[in-house]
């Protein structure tokens, strides 16, 4: 009877997050899920203290992160930056679509998957529409603006939300975090790029009339905040740093950086600071807490066991099977059934295999990797996809769900065999 309320409670919160019938938040209805979680009994109090414990810095910080994005978006930054690589391009179609996916990454890295997919990507749709860009060469390049968004979120902890999860339950380090992973996102960017260009080649432009584009100087709306960004984003990336040596939780270093950015443009005249933070991920608190309480309601069951059980008989093979196994397992429960609850399902069973620290370790960065890019295989693999697919349906460009399956799958696998393999391989080195 408690399995079935579990998997039936499970099921039931995460098609409602997926679907959002008639606008429901995902923060009320995952709340709720974890509500009716404790009051079946299928989870405990002490459940939810260690649930809270193990999301409240990551979900801080990416609101932080997020906040920082959307005043940085609204002075012009990102476009500014995204002016500086066309016109670098020099007319080239191909550098202009090999710089456009460097400065997605690179937004990745800093600003998390979410604000790379989210900001950049309209700024290059408005890009095509002022280089008269075709349908098709348009959609290559907001296609390739998405993807390149999850397949670089590897580098940094708060490169993507389920990074920060991830560091947080295992106790991952910043520094360490970066040792281990910034290599393999270059292999996964990598990839990623000679995978978009084999499946865009064709569509992409030859020539583009960059003269027409505006002078990235005219994209700062408020010089001054502007300057400021640069001196906050430092001391941002030296307390990342820092926060390790520390043992400071990331959060307090985020949040410092977001409130000194925000009150440095409280009188500016382009950035509204209350939709600002109307506009922030607050639900994203919410949601974590109460989905994560779900989730472990299926480890309270014995249901995480079974994915244990399966982790550890693979871990027996060896390292490589270890790895290959925890990022097979987590880009597929992903691609089915979203990346969040996933991350956190797979950091369970994980968690209770029996295999020695080290390798337990290198299945953790495995889930990592699954997580952030097996999302990219089906539309409903992370939230941020489905309102990316809005708001390109809003200007015009319309992916069905069967075309983005059929990118996506040709695409992510390969990426995702090939960055594990990387993992794998540099783990040896680092360990």
């Known amino acids: 009877m408690a399995v079935a309320l579990a998997v039936g409670l499970f099921v039931v919160v995460l098609a409602l997050v997926i679907i959002q019938p008639r606008g429901l938040s995902i923060g009320w209805t995952a709340l709720g899920g974890g509500i009716l979680a404790l009051g079946l009994g299928i989870v405990s109090w002490a459940n939810v203290d260690a649930v809270v414990h193990i999301v409240w810095d990551a979900t801080?910080?990416?609101?932080?992160?997020?906040?920082?994005?959307?005043?940085?978006?609204?002075?012009?930054?990102?476009?500014?930056?995204?002016?500086?690589?066309a016109r670098l391009s020099r007319g080239s179609g191909l550098k202009l679509f090999l710089l456009l996916t460097?400065?997605?990454?690179?937004?990745?890295?800093?600003?998390?998957?979410?604000?790379?997919?989210?900001?950049?990507?309209?700024?290059?749709?408005?890009?095509?529409?002022?280089?008269?860009?075709?349908?098709?060469?348009?959609?290559?390049?907001?296609?390739a603006s998405g993807f390149i968004a999850d397949t670089t979120s590897l580098p940094l902890v708060v490169s993507n939300l389920v990074n920060i999860v991830s560091a947080n339950f295992f106790h991952l380090g910043f520094a360490s975090f970066a040792v281990r992973m910034v290599p393999v996102d270059l292999v996964a960017f990598l990839a990623s790029v000679l995978a978009l260009y084999v499946l865009y080649r064709?569509?992409?432009?030859?020539?583009?009339?960059?003269?027409?584009?505006?002078?990235?100087?005219?994209?700062?709306r408020d010089p001054k905040v502007f300057r400021a960004a640069w001196w906050i984003l430092a001391f941002l990336l030296m307390g990342y740093f820092a926060s390790q040596a520390l043992n400071w939780p990331i959060a307090v270093f985020a949040g410092l950086a977001s409130v000194s950015l925000l009150a440095m443009a409280r009188k500016s005249p382009v950035v509204r600071i209350r939709h600002v933070i109307k506009e922030a991920p607050w639900k994203i608190v919410v949601f974590s807490?109460?989905?994560?309480?779900?989730?472990?309601?299926?480890?309270?069951?014995?249901?995480?066991?079974?994915?244990?059980?399966?982790?550890?008989?693979?871990?027996?093979?060896?390292?490589?099977?270890?790895?290959?196994?925890?990022?097979?397992?987590?880009?597929?429960?992903?691609?089915?059934?979203?990346?969040?609850?996933?991350?956190?399902i797979n950091a369970l069973s994980i968690h209770d295999t029996g295999v020695a620290l080290g390798l337990k370790t290198a299945m953790a960065y495995a889930n990592v990797v699954g997580c952030d890019l097996g999302p990219k295989i089906t539309p409903i693999g992370s939230l941020?996809?489905?309102?990316?697919?809005?708001?390109?349906?809003?200007?015009?460009?319309?992916?069905?769900?069967?075309?983005?399956?059929r990118v996506g799958i040709m695409m992510t696998v390969p990426v995702l065999l090939i960055t594990l393999a990387a993992l794998w391989a540099w783990s040896a080195v680092v360990a």
């Open 60 to 85: 801080l910080t990416f609101v932080a992160i997020i906040l920082i994005s959307l005043v940085l978006d609204a002075i012009g930054f990102f476009q500014w930056a995204a002016l500086h690589m």
């Open 102 to 143: 460097l400065l997605g990454a690179g937004v990745a890295m800093f600003f998390a998957n979410d604000g790379a997919a989210l900001i950049l990507t309209p700024i290059v749709y408005e890009q095509t529409k002022v280089l008269k860009l075709d349908y098709q060469a348009t959609l290559a390049l907001v296609m």
């Open 202 to 220: 064709r569509t992409l432009p030859k020539q583009v009339e960059v003269a027409s584009l505006d002078n990235p100087a005219s994209a700062i």
């Open 289 to 344: 807490v109460g989905m994560y309480v779900v989730v472990f309601g299926l480890r309270n069951v014995g249901l995480t066991h079974i994915l244990s059980e399966l982790l550890s008989n693979a871990a027996d093979h060896g390292p490589l099977a270890a790895t290959m196994s925890s990022g097979l397992l987590a880009a597929g429960l992903s691609s089915v059934m979203n990346n969040m609850p996933s991350v956190m």
């Open 384 to 405: 941020a996809t489905l309102l990316w697919l809005h708001v390109l349906e809003r200007r015009g460009i319309r992916i069905t769900w069967g075309y983005y399956f």
